[in-house]
């Protein structure tokens, strides 16, 4: 089985359960409840749960199931369009709240990108946390990768800039940026952040520019808060959802898209390098309703 699949089985026990229940007395408003209940606990999302549960009372004579894994699979971004075609160099900004991976993701990031044969550039642009940018230069030693940093500055578009400077004179594929962690209620950080992506679109046109936002899986809906300010001040265009083996709450896909309309790109199941996969919907789909091989 897919690691997808498997770091949703939290998730799955609770979903697929109510799932059963519904199947086996039939739809009642007991086993319907339940069912609600299940589906707002994993955190699909209001609009999500409504439809989910629409789908159901349709097809209640028929095998809803199967309804329902199409339906979920209809709302959720085609994996063609999450890997970013890299047909010019290409900058990912890796931004989020303190705690929720954003410097392991860069290393995971760039591995992944590294063995799709890009060649790739680590930037340490996190000029408030010196840990973070001694365990980025151990990822980058790790993987073979250059990367770019500054000790001495704490201006992040600086730091920013060199990078790129270096990216464009070494022909770099993809540079990754890690960020320091912020709330949105640090005005003067989201500021910053908006600087660094403009003064990045500004000085370098010829790349690419991306912003993902690293979410921590067992936070639920503050997660969706924490994309929602972000977006506010940067364009975010997908996500890096980590600790989803450790959480009941796997839905969140949903509602970020759907709301926000920011796709999960990479799901995280672990602290090493490998331990990053890019999203698939077939298999999302079949780990939270457990309708694999049926």
Known sequence: MGKIFNALRFTREAVSDAFDTVVKRKVSLESMEQLEDALIFAD???????????????????????????????????????????????????????????????????????????????????????????????WAKRLNLNIIYNNESQQPSSVLFDGLTAAKSQGVDIAIVDTAGRLHTHKNLMTELEKMYRVGKTRFPEFEFLSFITLDATLGQNSLIQAREFSNSVPVDGAVLSKMDGTAKGGIVFPLFNELNIPVNFIGVGEDLDDIYKFDRTEYVEGLLGTRGK
């Open 44 to 138: 699909l999302g209001f609009d999500t749960v409504e439809a989910v549960m629409g789908v159901v009372r349709r097809y209640r004579k028929e095998s809803f199931l199967d309804n329902v894994h199409d339906y979920m699979l209809s709302i959720l971004p085609d994996e063609e369009n999450l890997d970013p075609t890299i047909e010019k160099p290409t900058v990912i900004i890796v931004v989020g709240v303190n705690g929720t991976g954003k410097t392991t993701s860069s290393a995971k990031l760039a591995n992944y990108y590294k063995s799709q044969g890009k060649k790739v550039l680590l930037i340490a642009a996190d000029t408030y946390r010196a840990a973070a940018v001694e365990q980025l230069k151990i």
